[in-house]
């Protein structure tokens, strides 16, 4: 199994900030990689797949990048008050789709 | 717009089953790969399994290999989880997931609500 590796576990940040958010997997995954927000007692929701594509409605405050093969990061530009929430990435790239362990981002 | 609604969770005592079901509604289901994936209290998200557009292919996570079965009945836009023989660790919120290809791509695009499962004697 591809195991995925997210950190921090947890980040404090401000409104108007830039955090950025790793995800490292054990195996190449050529980019298999999504990233989720959800809020407390929801869904999650998809932000990102294919390392960079923005999902449907995503604002574009929201960026992915990769580094190689296993890093991967998620960006959030200047902060906004809904954007407080745990952020999950998942490769997809071969089955059993694994996700990181979440990172809980908080003001 | 796109809605999945989970139902059949519940309390169920260890080694008992129980039936998920997840209707959908805003998209031609016949067209779409889904999944189930499931979040422990507290926890992070686990995926579970995942069916073809057709059944015809279906996989399931290590954890309930054996045990859990994934199935869809196009004509009722709904999807299922039959769930056997329950553990404790089994308890977490299920929810179903369209995937945005009908084979599989493995991502998940729309979520629905979720169904809680609480397993406890």
């Known amino acids: 199994d591809t195991q995925m590796t997210q950190s921090p576990s947890s980040l404090s940040a401000s409104l108007g900030d830039s955090v950025t958010i790793t995800c490292r997997s054990s195996?190449?995954?050529?980019?298999?990689l999504a990233w989720y927000q959800q809020k407390p007692g929801k869904a999650p929701k998809l932000l990102l797949y294919?390392?960079?594509?923005l999902g449907s409605g995503v604002p574009s405050r929201f960026s992915g990048s990769s580094g190689s093969g296993t890093d991967y990061t998620l960006t959030i530009s200047s902060l906004q008050p809904e954007d407080f929430a745990a952020y999950y990435c998942?490769?997809?790239?071969?089955?059993?789709?694994?996700f990181g362990q979440g990172t809980k981002l908080e003001i | 717009q796109v809605q999945l609604v989970e139902s059949g969770g519940g309390v169920v005592q260890p080694g008992r089953s129980l039936r998920l079901s997840c209707v959908v509604s805003?998209?031609?289901?016949?067209?779409?790969?889904m999944h189930w994936v499931r979040q422990a209290p507290g926890k992070g998200l686990e995926w579970v399994a995942f069916?073809?557009?057709?059944?015809?292919?279906?996989y399931y996570g290590d954890s309930v290999k054996g045990r859990f079965t994934i199935s869809r009945d196009n004509s009722k836009n709904t999807l299922y989880l039959q769930m056997n023989n329950v553990r404790a660790e089994d308890s977490a919120v299920y929810y179903c997931?369209?995937?945005?290809?009908?084979?599989?791509?493995?991502?998940?695009?729309?979520w629905g609500q979720g169904t809680l499962v609480t397993v406890s004697s």
């Open positions: 997931a369209k995937d945005p290809s009908a084979r599989v791509w493995g991502y998940f695009d729309y």
């Open positions: 805003g998209f031609t289901f016949t067209n779409y790969a």
């Open positions: 069916m073809s557009f057709d059944g015809n292919d279906e």
């Open positions: 195996q190449a995954i050529s980019n298999s």
């Open positions: 294919g390392a960079f594509r």
């Open positions: 998942q490769q997809y790239y071969s089955n059993p789709y694994t």
